[in-house]
């Protein structure tokens, strides 16, 4: 009787560590509408709260590359030259340490594109354009539809990027 008492606990841990694990792994999924909302719009109230969102969700390689794009997104709008300065930084390594971890993620990728063509020439963050154009438009039709759609519509304004280079089927 004892033997099977703990065959069903065994079941049920293992049960629950799988229902836990999977429920990490939705929570950890991005709102890509709401991300590109916020980061296109370049409102910083907007960009603000979705910084606090990731800040407050589980910690993971796709939260890091999103928050370290929004940073730099941040310090572009903010006035103090100081803050500007911490903050690019700030997200930089966070970007950076997911595209080294992950350096064929054609979407972190295009979040490094969308800060190197805006970045002053001067903190010399526009070297990898030429790279991260290649692996985008090879991998675009892999992409879900959010960040398709945000990549067209960045395209349209972008002098790196060309709306030709990808196409909706």
């Given at each position: 009787m004892s033997m099977k008492i703990h065959k069903v606990r065994?079941?049920?841990?293992?049960?629950?560590?799988?229902?836990s694990a999977f429920s990490e792994?939705?929570?950890?999924?991005?709102?890509?509408?709401?991300?590109y909302a916020a980061y296109s719009t370049a409102s910083l109230e907007g960009i603000n709260n979705f910084i606090s969102k990731l800040d407050n969700a589980c910690?993971?390689?796709?939260?890091?590359a999103f928050l370290g794009a929004l940073?730099?997104?941040?310090?572009?709008?903010?006035?103090?030259?100081?803050?500007q300065l911490n903050l690019f930084k700030k997200g930089r390594v966070l970007l950076e340490k997911e595209i080294e971890g992950s350096p064929n993620n054609a979407e972190y990728r295009f979040?490094?594109?969308?800060?190197?063509?805006?970045?002053?020439?001067?903190?010399?963050?526009?070297?990898?354009?030429?790279?991260?154009?290649?692996?985008?438009?090879?991998s675009f039709k892999d992409l879900n539809k959010e960040t398709q759609k945000a990549i067209i519509s960045y395209a349209k304004k972008s002098h790196l990027l060309k709306g030709?280079?990808?196409?909706l089927e």
């Open positions: 065994f079941y049920i841990l293992f049960l629950l560590t799988l229902l792994a939705a929570v950890a999924s991005i709102d890509r509408f709401g991300f910690s993971s390689p796709e939260n890091n940073f730099m997104r941040k310090a572009g709008l903010i006035s103090d030259r100081k803050d979040l490094r594109i969308t800060i190197q063509e805006q970045a002053p020439r001067i903190l010399g963050y526009n070297r990898n354009l030429d790279q991260d154009k290649k692996i985008l438009v090879k030709v280079d990808f196409v």
